[in-house]
């Protein structure tokens, strides 16, 4: 199952909690995820500093257990929007009898 994660800041986090440290921990599980096959695209919004994942798991609850691995996540800076993705299923109109 295919599903995006948008990150959003969690109310109250200290900007000076971001530190050099942490933030390598987290391109570090980022980076493992990736190789595990959960994360398979990784971005950050063009209009804001927060990070769009998209992932492959069996389910939402997978994806959330996957995501509270980050350093980010832990340390209760950032929280993730889980959005499931289907298929689009709009091709199939091109194929129907009548399609013209």
Sequence with gaps: ???LAIERDV???NDDAYTAELLHA??????QLYQEGIAR?????ADRTEAV????CASVE?????LETLPL???GLVAFDLIPLKAYPGFERL??????
């Design 1 to 3: 199952m295919k599903i």
């Design 26 to 31: 987290e391109a570090r599980r980022a980076w």
């Design 73 to 75: 996540v832990q340390a």
């Design 41 to 45: 695209e990784l971005y950050f919004r």
């Design 62 to 66: 997978a994806a959330r257990t996957a």
């Design 95 to 100: 194929f129907a009898a009548n399609a013209r």
């Design 53 to 56: 994942i998209m992932l492959e």
């Design 11 to 13: 109310p109250g986090a």
